[in-house]
Nanobody, 121 residues
Framework: EVQLVESGGGLVQAGGSLRLSCAASGFSFDDYAIGWFRQAPGKERERILCISSRDGITYYAGSVKGRFTGSSDNAKNTVYLQMNSLKPEDTAVYYC??????????????WGQGTQVTVSS
């Protein structure tokens, strides 16, 4: 069974840091790119980064570039999202999702349940 489980969300003050984890089972990160997304109340879902483990490439959205870092531990089949210098506007539910191939595309077909991140001012 393919499963993605996020963890690590919580409440943090502005300027603080959090690290989210996305543990996968049923498939290998080498075969499928992993995207991190977020959705704030009343806003559209935004893809903030994508990791192609096979190619060793990570793409970042402009809104998080320089503050967030994606990484993967293929031995643990876990992807991480390190979030630094957090801002209140980073408050959202964060999701990881698996793509349909090893390169980063617009298509993701397996999703985790999401984890809430709240940044207080």
């Amino acid at each position: 069974e393919v499963q993605l489980v996020e963890s690590g969300g919580g409440l943090v003050q502005a300027g603080g840091s959090l690290r989210l984890s996305c543990a996968a089972s049923g498939f290998s990160f080498d075969d499928y790119a992993i995207g991190w997304f977020r959705q704030a109340p009343g806003k559209e879902r935004e893809r903030i980064l994508c990791i192609s483990s096979r190619d060793g490439i990570t793409y970042y959205a402009g809104s998080v570039k320089g503050r967030f870092t994606g990484s993967s531990d293929n031995a643990k089949n876990t992807v991480y999202l390190q979030m630094n210098s957090l801002k209140p506007e980073d408050t959202a539910v964060y999701y990881c999702a698996a793509g349909i191939e090893h390169i980063c595309t617009e298509n993701y077909d397996r999703w985790g349940q999401g984890t809430q991140v709240t940044v207080s001012s």
